[in-house]
Structures are given as structure tokens and as C-alpha cells.
């Protein structure tokens, strides 16, 4: 049996995998655009929050979804 490239055979995996989601493209795209952003923002508050950093980031500045809006043929 071929060992992947963290050494363990797929079915020794098998459960850490579950419940894993592996999006498609157009999917990935829906999650950015509809839950990421508040998820994001209420990740770093809480990090703020608990002096983890310094000042609250602008995620919306940070996140580029132009490659999967390309690669869904959505811009």
C-alpha cells in the first residue's frame, strides 16, 4: 500500500476526515461571499478581545476571491 505524503496509509485517516468538507469552486465562492467575511470578523474580535492582537484587521481588505470568481467564470 503507497503512503501519502503524511506518512499514513487512507484508511488510517478515515476518521479524522469525517465531516470534512471539501468544497467545489462555485461553492467555495457562495462561502466567501455570503459567510466568510462575518465569520472572520467575529474570529478577530474575539482576538482582539482577548489581546491576541493588537488592532482589529480589515478582513474585507485582506480577502481576494478574484481566482475563484475567475475560475467559476464569474469575473
Known amino acids: 500500500m503507497r503512503l501519502h505524503k503524511v ?3 487512507p484508511a488510517d485517516l478515515k ?3 469525517q465531516g470534512v ?3 467545489r469552486p462555485k461553492q467555495s465562492l ?3 461571499q455570503k459567510r466568510w467575511l462575518p465569520l472572520a470578523a467575529q474570529v478577530t474580535a474575539l482576538l482582539k478581545q ?3 492582537l493588537k488592532s482589529q484587521p480589515d ?3 485582506a480577502t481576494d476571491s478574484s481566482f ?3 475560475a467559476v467564470g464569474a469575473g
Open 7 to 9: 506518512g499514513a496509509k
Open 15 to 17: 476518521e479524522s476526515f
Open 21 to 23: 468538507l471539501l468544497y
Open 30 to 32: 457562495a462561502f466567501m
Open 50 to 52: 482577548q489581546d491576541s
Open 59 to 61: 478582513v474585507k481588505a
Open 68 to 70: 475563484l470568481r475567475k
